[in-house]
Structure formats: structure tokens, C-alpha cells
């Protein structure tokens, strides 16, 4: 296969952002809305299946019998990601084991990139600023919530990034943490390796149809566990290993 883009997940494959990153902004954007919510890792991690920050917090309403308007919600998910962006901005959040090096590795190769998620702009802008802040964007562009009118399992984000970079699909690779951004990268007929979220509480048995399932992206301190799917011969994930399966 001669891969020539490859389309990044952001929350959970790029970096860490879940737990430390989206969870406390929800926190802190109940809090500050006077709505007695507080999801603990545990109810967060549950609700990591539900995809989209609005649609998230309307399941756990609905769920747990709280009444919020349509209108409310979308409120308090405005002000989750301006509390978000502060917390990126920080620098708390960190890349996943592997990231920058593949990254790299793809922009030196002049293999296009690509972020396609349904979290908003809002959210990929300023993690792109400060996690790159001393090289160039190795993006060419970004596909986000504001693009779509369905989140993952979707795969509108997927079909509009193909579009968008006008690369072939056979020539493209998905590199997602979850069964749902799985299945929309397959219900776009695209290829896509696993890399599972440490949150995740999906086991790495259902992801069938992935050309991979891996641990993390691995680097040289931490070498790369193959799950599904044929072995790294480095122990990484890298071009080489992307054009091999």
C-alpha cells in the first residue's frame, strides 16, 4: 500500500486530552453554569462512548433524570471549551507515546496529514498551537464538529476529509483509539490502525476489521505491543511498518 496522507484522530490518539484535559473542563463548566454534575474518572470513562461534547452531556442528563434545554446544554458546552483551551494553553496536556515521532517521520516523507475530528475547533486549534509551537503545523488541514452534522460512528468527518485532501482512499490511513471512530473510518472504506486510549474500556478483541491494534504508537523507551494484526519489526509504528499492512 503507498500511503501519501494519513488522517489523525484527536482525543486519545494524538494525545492524552480525555481524562485530565475534556473531563475537567466539563467539571469546571458545571460548576461555573450552578449544575450539581461532577464526573469522576470513573463516570467519565462510561461516557467516552458517547461521542460529541453535547450529545455527551444530554445522554448523562437524560440518563440521570437532570432537565436541560437543548439551549442550556449547548451553553455549557460553549463554555467547556473556552475552559479547555485555557487548560491546553497550559501545557498540562502531553502527547501520546510515539505522536511527534511519527509526525515527524510523516512530514519529512511529504506524507500529507490530516485532523479528523468531531470535536470543534475550538479544541484542535490551540492543542495544534502549543503542541507544535516550535516547528510548522504538520497539518494540512482539519476537519471538526463544525464541519459535520453527525459524530462518529459517522463517517460524514471521514467522506468530507476524503474530499477535502482529494488523496484516493486506498491511499490514505486512519489512525483512531476507538470502536466508533474504527467503524467510521471502515464505513468510509478507509484502512486504520488502533491505538487504544489508556481509558479505553473496550477490549482490543472487537476491533476486528483494523489493520492493527496497538498499545501506543511506541518510541524508543517504549516499544510498541501489537494486539491485532502483524508485528512492528522496530517495535514502532513508523512509515515503513503503515506501508507494510
Not at 503507498?2 to 460548576?31: C, P, Q
Not at 468510509?188 to 489493520?211: M, Q, Y
Amino acid at each position: 500500500m503507498e500511503i501519501k496522507a494519513v488522517f489523525w484522530d484527536l482525543d486519545g490518539t494524538i494525545a492524552d486530552t480525555e481524562m485530565y484535559g475534556h473531563r475537567l473542563a466539563f467539571n469546571s463548566a458545571f460548576k461555573e453554569s450552578g449544575i450539581n454534575v461532577y464526573w469522576d474518572e470513573n463516570c467519565y470513562s462510561d461516557l467516552l462512548a458517547i461521542h460529541g461534547g453535547t450529545h455527551r452531556i444530554k445522554f448523562y442528563c437524560v440518563n440521570n433524570k437532570i432537565d436541560l434545554s437543548d439551549n442550556r446544554i449547548k451553553q455549557i458546552h460553549h463554555k467547556k471549551q473556552e475552559l479547555y483551551s485555557k487548560i491546553i494553553e497550559n501545557g498540562s496536556i502531553k502527547l501520546r507515546t510515539g505522536v511527534k515521532r511519527l509526525i515527524s517521520e510523516l512530514s519529512a516523507a511529504n506524507i500529507e496529514q490530516y485532523i479528523v475530528t468531531t470535536s470543534s475547533l475550538l479544541a484542535v486549534e490551540p492543542l495544534v498551537k502549543t503542541m507544535f509551537s516550535n516547528t510548522a503545523n504538520p497539518f494540512s488541514g482539519y476537519i471538526t464538529s463544525e464541519d459535520v452534522n453527525y459524530p462518529k460512528p459517522n463517517p460524514e468527518a471521514y467522506l468530507k476529509a476524503i474530499n477535502y485532501s482529494l488523496i484516493p482512499k486506498e491511499n490514505i490511513m486512519v489512525i483512531e483509539d476507538t470502536i466508533a471512530g474504527l467503524n467510521a473510518a471502515l464505513s468510509a472504506n478507509l484502512n486504520c490502525i488502533v491505538t487504544l486510549s489508556p481509558w479505553s474500556k473496550e477490549d482490543h478483541g472487537i476491533f476486528l476489521n483494523a489493520r492493527a491494534v496497538v498499545n501506543h504508537l511506541g518510541d524508543e523507551s517504549s516499544l510498541t505491543t501489537v494486539y491485532r494484526g502483524i508485528q512492528c519489526p522496530k517495535g514502532l509504528v513508523d512509515l515503513n511498518y503503515i506501508q507494510s499492512i
